[in-house]
């Protein structure tokens, strides 16, 4: 489904304008990022949850050349699906 599908579809199923459901889902992205920035986990309750999660410095291989080489730390971002959600789509 497409971003257009989808608030087509939501603005059907909401009785709104695509213009207000687009809006609705912007501030929610914008929300989900400054919360997760900000304490490290946003949840969507029965969809899931955005963690910010530190990655450790390891070591890894060049699949070229077979080289060793370090891989720095880093901050990821990771989803985790909702046990609600896992249930109603398997």
Same mark, same amino acid.
């Given at each position: ?15 709104? #304008? ?17 919360? #997760? ?27 070229? #050349? ?8 880093? #901050? ?15």
């Amino acid at each position: 489904m497409t971003k257009s599908e989808m608030l087509q579809h939501l603005a059907e199923k909401l009785s709104k #304008t695509r213009k207000e459901v687009g809006e609705m889902l912007d501030a929610l992205a914008a929300v989900a990022y400054e919360e #997760t920035k900000k304490s490290g986990e946003f949840t969507i309750p029965g969809v899931g949850k955005l963690v910010k999660k530190h990655r450790a410095e390891r070591m890894g291989r060049n699949p070229a #050349t077979g080289e060793q080489i370090k891989i720095p730390a880093k #901050t990821v971002v990771k989803f985790r699906v909702a046990k609600a959600a896992k249930e109603a789509i398997l």
